[in-house]
């Protein structure tokens, strides 16, 4: 249970003034739904109030703010003329012009021979000073709520700059007064202020150097978030190691069965993973470790050879897929690949229902299916197993900490392999996951050709369709990716349609159409034509971003590639290549093209080595910007920026550590107050782990 002191925070948002439920829905879709959530929306900006010329003195362009006497009411002849109020002081006249002016509200606000302070930008029109739409209006007995320099902050369409402010302000003066978390030691060294104060401040810049990651509310509030993230990491990593793991031990039979078949040896890196999980699976902790490797490094038969050796230690093992396309391919490679095992694989996922699934539950239950393969539908209650020794997460980022600990929670110390073909740059590496565990295949297997890469603006969309008119002819399948972007996905989407039926009146039935929004089935149908040649053209949406393997398509078109981040263009590229044919990828932009974008695409035309994108990637996201961990399903960061902060996360691991030694229940009063930043932080599944108290 969340302490009360915090619930002002966690308050929605829409009990904040004048946020009602229209507001608070893009309030909550640009920062998030509670009172918290708006705290940690930073200014990016400020506007200067401070210019108090007369009104002759009042350049165009300008904000300015000026002290005026309201003299006459403008009415407009026509509907479309503007509202205007004319305003004078001792130097000349001021029009506040307005446009779709309904009701008495100007005449209240602005009452004839009353003094006003405004504000706003001034414009020079047909001989006069005039501001449009002013900023603020105000009593001069009220002149103090006009604050000389105001914070600026990101917006969302339909949402006023004012409403926020007001809202923001209203948050912060319920901040309660909370014990310091931090180590009073570090607090002083640094020059920090207290936790409450620094927030206020970072919301109040005085100037534009405020706003800079270094500033040191900014780097307080930033080093809050880092050590909430490392603190519930080492508890959670406490808490798995506390459970006993169990040792399985294999002799490796039905693993040597299944490698005798395979049409390829296993490359170093996949040889040196598997002897890294061995020793895992074999020693009596339980196993948490981290499977990284590029697209097409071959993962997954690294996780079927661990497969076998727990199901021939008598156990069972599962693995979890991010999305149905995916539990499907895997289920059928799997099976397909382990066949000599003898061993039954099954698979599961939300489209399994009634007589087929009640059967296949028996079957988990009573141990006849050794490997099962699924979805999030393995978490479901009444999935049960004999007795599952080892789960596989494929594509962790998709999943949540507490999801791997449900499945977990299937077993009895379980052992735990996640499989991830994002490369994980290292800081972020340690802001997800702590000090996992990892094995990198660092080799592609042999014979892989590179993909050539170019980059055209969307003005020479006629070659990319004659470059693709070619390749057909040759042969090739070919992916056509369109972008899906959150905001407006009907849109997206009707881009995409569009783009298949312009493609289809081209090259006719040969072309296919597959994005998020379609049933399961039909889904698996287009990429089953695509598979088997069918359809040879595939235009698609990022569902095929993860992990579907068609092996032998050899181009891909990406539209809009400006619009995706270096990492998930990353990931698309893999799935061409994959065979022995040379490939090739067309990067399409819509021009003009943004400095990052330009060098992210260039970059890609450059290199294929996943981590060095990863790492650079990071590097150009880092300027402030959030990373990209809404499609990643990283944890998301708020407040820290993992370049500028990076030297304070290494300071909260080595903090979080240091603490939990000392204190492992979190029971001394830092570590009660530790308690309330993890809650903060919305990390109660972490704090779950330390004794109540
Ligand atoms: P990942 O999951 O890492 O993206 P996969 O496991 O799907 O990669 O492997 C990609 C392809 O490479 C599959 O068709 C797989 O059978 C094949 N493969 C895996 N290991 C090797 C190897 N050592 N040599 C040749 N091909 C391999
Ligand atoms: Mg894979």
Redesign the pocket.
């Known amino acids: 249970m969340r302490p009360e002191v915090l619930n002002p925070l966690f308050a929605s948002v829409t009990s904040l003034p004048g946020v009602g439920p229209r507001f608070g829905k893009l309030i909550e879709h640009l920062a998030g739904p509670c009172a918290v959530d708006l705290l940690w929306h930073l200014p990016n900006g400020i506007i200067d109030r401070s210019f108090t010329p007369k009104v002759r003195e009042a350049p165009a362009g300008a904000i300015a703010t000026l002290k005026v006497i309201v003299d006459a009411h403008l009415r407009p002849h026509s509907p479309r003329a503007p509202y205007r109020v004319r305003c004078r002081d001792q130097t000349g006249f001021l029009h506040l012009v307005y446009f779709h002016v309904t009701g008495d509200y100007l005449e209240k606000l602005l009452p004839v021979g009353s003094v006003r302070i405004v504000s706003g930008r001034v414009e020079h029109f047909n001989n006069e000073i005039q501001i449009t739409h002013p900023d603020h209006i105000v009593d001069p007995e009220a002149a103090e709520s006009l604050k000389p320099i105001e914070p600026v902050y990101g917006l969302t369409a339909g949402l006023p700059q004012r409403l926020v402010q007001k809202a923001v302000a209203a948050a912060l003066a319920r901040l309660p007064r909370l014990p310091e978390w931090l180590d009073r030691d570090l607090v002083r060294q640094r020059g920090w202020q207290a936790w409450a104060d620094a927030l206020a401040a970072a919301h109040a810049p005085e100037s534009e150097h405020d706003l800079a990651p270094e500033s040191p509310p900014r780097q307080r509030l930033a080093y809050d978030e880092l050590l909430a993230g490392q603190l519930a990491i080492a508890l959670v990593r406490a808490h798995t190691r506390r459970l006993a793991g169990r040792a399985i031990k294999a002799e490796g039979k039905l693993r040597e069965k299944v490698m005798a078949a395979l049409p390829?040896?296993?490359?170093n890196s996949?040889r040196q993973a598997l002897a890294e999980i061995g020793g895992d699976m074999a020693s009596p902790l339980r196993m948490l470790r981290l499977l990284q490797?590029?697209?097409?490094?071959?993962?997954?038969?690294v996780a079927l050879l661990a497969m076998l050796d727990a199901v021939e230690a008598g156990g069972q093992a599962a693995l979890m897929a991010p999305t149905e396309i995916l539990a499907r391919q895997h289920f059928a490679?799997l099976s397909k690949l382990g066949a000599p095992a003898g061993v039954t694989f099954a698979l599961l996922t939300g489209r399994e229902k009634g007589g087929a699934r009640k059967s296949l539950l028996e079957r988990l239950a009573n141990g006849e299916i050794g490997i099962v393969v699924g979805t999030h539908a393995l978490f479901q209650e009444d999935v049960a197993f004999k007795d599952l020794t080892l789960a596989v997460i494929d594509e962790q980022h998709r999943f949540g900490v507490e999801q791997r600990i449900a499945l977990s929670g299937k077993g009895r110390g379980v052992d735990i392999l996640v499989?991830t073909?994002t490369p994980i740059p290292r800081t972020l590496l340690l802001t997800a996951y702590g000090d996992l565990d990892t094995s990198r295949?660092t080799e592609k297997?042999?014979?892989r050709k590179p993909v050539a890469t170019r980059t055209l603006p969307a003005t020479r969309l006629g070659e990319v369709i004659e470059a693709v008119r070619r390749a057909l002819a040759q042969g090739a399948k070919i992916y056509w990716i369109c972008p899906l972007v959150e905001e407006s996905e009907n849109v997206d989407l009707a881009a995409a349609e569009d783009r298949a039926v312009e493609l289809k009146s081209l090259f006719g039935e040969r072309v296919g159409l597959v994005h998020g929004r379609m049933k399961g089935t039909d889904k698996d149908r287009t990429m089953e034509a695509f598979a088997s040649g069918d359809v040879d053209l595939l235009v698609a949406t990022t569902v095929i971003e993860v992990?579907v393997?068609v092996?032998d398509a050899t181009v891909m078109v990406i539209e809009h590639a400006e619009r995706f981040g270096l990492a998930q263009l990353h990931q698309l590229r893999?799935r061409i290549g994959?065979g022995d044919r040379p490939s090739a990828c067309l990067l399409v932009y819509a021009v003009p093209l943004g400095e990052t974008a330009k060098a992210r695409l260039t970059l890609l035309r450059e290199t294929e080595d996943g981590f060095r994108i990863a790492e650079e990637d990071l590097r150009l996201r880092g300027g402030g910007e959030v990373l990209g961990t809404r499609q990643s399903g990283l944890p998301e960061l708020r407040l820290a920026d993992l370049v500028a902060h990076a030297e304070l996360l290494a300071v909260a691991r080595d903090d979080a550590r240091l603490v939990l030694s000392r204190d492992p229940e979190l029971e001394t009063p830092r570590g009660q107050a530790l308690r309330l930043l993890l809650y903060l932080f919305q990390r109660e599944l972490a704090v779950r782990y330390v004794r109540s108290g």
């Open positions: 390829f040896a296993l490359t996949q490797g590029d697209v097409g490094s071959g993962k997954t038969v490679t499989m073909a295949l297997p042999a014979g992990g393997d092996a893999g994959r």
